[in-house]
């Protein structure tokens, strides 16, 4: 059973930055891509950013060139650094194993507003 445990979220002006933090434990092991998704209020649950296993990072459009990906495989955690954020970033941010079982965490929420 894997878990996910968020943090770094908060409230933020347009502009602003975040860094969050996503640790796994459990069975889990570093062979895995982990992945940075998002929901936001009245909205389906998207995926924002993908890190594989070897270190290939994907992004959504609307997210690329203003938030990056890392991870510490060591530490079975990954990072997502956001800058320049915009009102249409809000929502609760969550990590994942795409196309795995693994349940859910609370996940942190990222609120920009003025």
């Known amino acids: 059973q894997v878990q996910f445990v968020e943090s770094g979220g908060g409230l933020v002006q347009p502009g602003g930055s975040l860094r969050l933090s996503c640790s796994a434990s459990?069975?889990?092991?570093?062979?895995?891509?982990m992945g940075w998704y998002r929901q936001a209020p009245g909205k389906q649950r998207e995926l924002v950013a993908y890190i594989s296993n070897g270190g290939s990072i994907n992004y959504a459009e609307s997210v690329k060139g203003r938030f990056t990906i890392s991870r510490d495989n060591g530490e079975k955690t990954i990072y997502l650094q956001m800058n320049s954020l915009k009102p249409e970033d809000t929502a609760v941010y969550y990590c994942?194993?795409?196309?795995?079982?693994?349940?859910w965490g609370q996940g942190t929420q990222v609120t920009v507003s003025s």
């Open positions: 994942n194993i795409p196309g795995s079982s693994s349940q």
């Open positions: 459990g069975s889990i092991s570093s062979i895995y891509g």
